[in-house]
């Protein structure tokens, strides 16, 4: 349990700097472009980010899943993987640049063409980096799979900084900013892991392929819906309304998605501990405690960011945000049940049981699309805030059911604390002060 609440503060700690420093960079693109830009930026982004998920196949959660196993010599396992990467990113970039020709007037308008096919470079290093990092999870090497993430955020800042506040460049230099940054820590990624394990096999082993695909296609769709449920409001709000609704709203949603650290960190750590732990007693025990602790130091930062709103977008994002305030506040509400919902998501695929999370996460990502088409022509992206919301919160609440049942925990020990947590952190203040 202590190297477990180590990796978890370690892995805790990384994701606070990147979110940190992910603020920063965001907080640039958004002063420097303005809210209409802004809202060009991450439309064209999107594109990206919604082809590469969709291409996936399960194979991240897969590839964490069957390193954790012991089962085939990583040497193939890595192979394996940077061939399904430059396969599937390939296959996403031609699926793209279909979309882009033919549909991007209807799917994405007020988008101009260019600003599309720039996002569509990031596919391959966007691919690559988030599934071959996994390797590292698998591992349990948890302070070298933080270490990359936060080295691709830092050099996206530094580079950002350089490019959008030195030079006064626009849409074209935060993509530009990305890519290169992608682009650095793919090639620093493929080299340490390729050290870390002694090599790459590039050969054909079909038994490891049709597991990953088995088990990847077990956990695909509930990967798609999960990120669907994040994103599809974005789009959304451009089909309803314009670029400049976006702009603001992105603001909101990017901040709520900021605080998804906590829970992330903590998911970070459980799946492979799930998946490789063979003491019964053990495995029920460490997602309760996890989960009930996540959803504790969450509901106090929603609380801060909550009452500290207004000045939060005026002082970092300036008063031309201040439409982004009132959604904010209404997405910080869903953040605290999309936080244990993500907890034990990470437990249950862990388990072998990702089914479950896809039948759940299809049937909220219907809610939150349906919510989302009454609510935004009533009320604008307001309405969009309240429709994620809801849905995030129904969503914990469903999964929150199944898992009690499948672990054999009672509910209370999932979500409320214990003396024992309140006692850590007694002893964790006591001690740092």
């Given at each position: 349990m202590g190297k477990f609440t180590k990796d978890s503060l370690i892995t805790l700690t990384t994701r606070v700097l990147q979110l940190v420093i992910g603020v920063g960079i965001y907080v640039i693109i958004a002063r420097v472009l303005g809210p209409e830009k802004n809202g060009i930026y991450f439309l064209a982004i999107l594109l990206p980010a919604l082809l590469t998920i969709f291409t996936n196949f399960g194979l991240t959660s897969a590839l964490v899943f069957h390193v954790g196993k012991n089962k085939y010599p990583l040497k193939e396992i890595f192979g394996t993987s940077v061939m399904f990467s430059i396969s599937m990113s390939a296959s996403a970039v031609i699926m793209g640049s279909i979309i882009i020709f033919f549909f991007s007037s209807k799917l994405f308008p007020g988008i101009e063409k260019n600003y599309l096919?720039?996002?569509?470079?990031?596919?391959?290093?966007?691919?690559?980096?988030?599934?071959?990092?996994?390797?590292?999870?698998?591992?349990?090497?948890?302070?070298?799979?933080?270490?990359?993430?936060?080295?691709?955020?830092?050099?996206?800042?530094?580079?950002?900084?350089?490019?959008?506040?030195?030079?006064?460049?626009?849409?074209?230099?935060?993509?530009?900013?990305?890519?290169?940054?992608?682009?650095?820590?793919?090639?620093?990624?493929?080299?340490?892991?390729?050290?870390?394990?002694?090599?790459?096999?590039?050969?054909?082993?079909?038994?490891?392929?049709?597991?990953?695909?088995?088990?990847?296609?077990?956990?695909?769709?509930?990967?798609?819906?999960?990120?669907?449920?994040?994103?599809?409001?974005?789009?959304?709000?451009?089909?309803?309304?314009?670029?400049?609704?976006?702009?603001?709203?992105?603001?909101?949603?990017?901040?709520?998605?900021?605080?998804?650290?906590?829970?992330?960190?903590?998911?970070?750590?459980?799946?492979?501990?799930?998946?490789?732990?063979?003491?019964?007693?053990?495995?029920?025990?460490?997602?309760?405690?996890?989960?009930?602790?996540?959803?504790?130091?969450?509901?106090?930062?929603?609380?801060?960011?909550?009452?500290?709103?207004?000045?939060?977008?005026?002082?970092?994002?300036?008063?031309?945000?201040?439409?982004?305030?009132?959604?904010?506040?209404?997405?910080?509400?869903?953040?605290?049940?999309?936080?244990?919902?993500?907890?034990?998501?990470?437990?249950?695929?862990?388990?072998?049981?990702?089914?479950?999370?896809?039948?759940?996460?299809?049937?909220?990502?219907?809610?939150?699309?349906?919510?989302?088409i009454i609510f935004i022509p009533k009320f604008g992206i307001i309405g969009a805030a309240g429709a994620t919301a809801i849905s995030y919160n129904i969503a914990f609440l469903i999964e929150l059911f199944f898992y009690s049942k499948i672990s054999g925990n009672r509910i209370k020990d999932i979500i409320i604390l214990k003396k024992s947590d309140l006692q850590f952190y007694k002893k964790f203040l006591l001690k740092n002060n």
């Open positions: 096919f720039l996002g569509l470079s990031l596919v391959p290093f966007k691919y690559f980096l988030n599934l071959i990092m996994n390797i590292w999870l698998g591992m349990q090497k948890i302070e070298k799979y933080n270490f990359i993430q936060f080295f691709n955020t830092f050099i996206f800042l530094l580079l950002i900084a350089i490019l959008l506040l030195g030079f006064h460049f626009g849409i074209k230099a935060a993509i530009l900013a990305e890519f290169l940054s992608l682009f650095i820590a793919s090639t620093f990624l493929f080299s340490g892991i390729k050290k870390e394990i002694g090599g790459i096999s590039f050969s054909l082993n079909k038994p490891l392929i049709k597991d990953f695909f088995s088990f990847g296609s077990r956990s695909y769709f509930s990967s798609v819906s999960q990120f669907l449920h994040l994103k599809i409001d974005i789009w959304m709000i451009n089909i309803f309304l314009n670029p400049l609704a976006v702009g603001f709203y992105a603001v909101a949603s990017l901040i709520s998605e900021k605080i998804q650290v906590i829970s992330q960190s903590g998911g970070t750590v459980l799946f492979p501990k799930v998946a490789a732990e063979t003491n019964g007693q053990k495995l029920r025990d460490f997602t309760p405690l996890v989960c009930r602790n996540i959803l504790f130091v969450t509901f106090f930062v929603v609380l801060i960011i909550f009452l500290l709103s207004y000045w939060i977008i005026v002082l970092f994002y300036s008063e031309a945000y201040l439409y982004s305030v009132l959604p904010l506040r209404i997405l910080l509400i869903g953040t605290i049940g999309f936080s244990g919902y993500t907890v034990l998501t990470y437990d249950l695929s862990g388990r072998g049981r990702p089914i479950v999370n896809t039948y759940i996460a299809i049937a909220s990502l219907i809610l939150n699309i349906l919510l989302n």
